[in-house]
């Protein structure tokens, strides 16, 4: 019988961010988590995390900001 050592990389993720009333607007970061998935390991927060570091770094940039008639 062939065994396997389970042996945890981090590796790249995507994460896709949506807003809650338009699923269609979306932001896609890539983070590092380890891989195989890991149960005690928060990926969602890790995912924020790496969003926050990305807009304080002005990786993710704001290109216009526009009125929204209601």
Same mark, same amino acid.
């Given at each position: 019988?062939?065994?396997?050592?389970?042996?945890?990389?981090?590796?790249?993720?995507?994460?896709?961010? =949506?807003?809650? $009333?338009?699923?269609?607007? $979306?932001?896609?970061?890539?983070?590092?988590?380890?891989?195989?998935?890991?149960?005690?390991? !928060? =990926?969602?927060?890790?995912?924020?995390?790496?969003?926050?570091?990305?807009?304080?770094?002005?990786?993710?940039?704001?290109? !216009?900001?526009?009125?929204?008639?209601?």
């Amino acid at each position: 019988m062939k065994t396997f050592n389970r042996k945890f990389r981090n590796l790249w993720h995507r994460a896709v961010f =949506y807003h809650s $009333t338009n699923p269609d607007n $979306t932001i896609e970061i890539e983070f590092k988590a380890p891989f195989p998935k890991k149960e005690n390991v !928060d =990926y969602e927060k890790l995912a924020i995390e790496q969003f926050n570091q990305e807009l304080r770094s002005k990786i993710i940039k704001i290109r !216009d900001i526009k009125h929204v008639l209601t």
